[in-house]
């Protein structure tokens, strides 16, 4: 099955940024704006905005221990290897998870299609001190037979 999500060149763009980048968010951050900015259709905004959303998600990773890394690995091979199922991905995964993690990290430098609201608020709060008890208790252990 094809990858749907972002067309070959894209991919092909978005990695070709990251190898000439190796060590600089700066400018891997600008070729990325740069490389979306030129990508016709929908596919950029749509990428734009899952990395705003992995972006908040790793914000949160002392609460959700879903790291830059471990989004990436999530989602790097639905995202930007060429076809998931097909075998001869395994030697594409590691460098598209290293290339993943690069793009979290900088969505920062992307315009949010989507600005924190008042919602996002609340959620920080409720991020910042967890319950005390569950919201609903636990229901009683059944006697041993």
Do not use: W
Request: aromatic letters at 4%; one cysteine or more; proline letters at 12%.
């Amino acid at each position: 099955d094809q990858n749907d999500f972002l067309e070959a060149s894209l991919q092909d763009a978005l990695r070709a940024a990251h190898t000439a980048h190796p060590a600089d968010d700066d400018a891997f951050g600008a070729a990325v704006v740069d490389v979306l900015r030129r990508a016709p259709g929908a596919q950029p905004l749509c990428l734009v905005t899952l990395l705003h959303f992995l972006r908040r998600v790793a914000d949160r990773s002392a609460a959700n221990m879903m790291t830059e890394e471990n989004l990436a690995i999530c989602f790097a091979p639905n995202i930007l290897l060429p076809d998931p199922d097909d075998p001869s991905s395994l030697a594409q995964l590691q460098p598209a998870i290293a290339l993943m993690v690069r793009l979290v990290a900088v969505a920062g430098y992307l315009a949010d299609p989507h600005p924190k609201s008042a919602h996002d608020d609340a959620f920080d709060d409720a991020d910042a001190a967890p319950p005390a008890k569950p919201v609903r208790p636990l229901p009683p252990t059944p006697p041993r037979l």
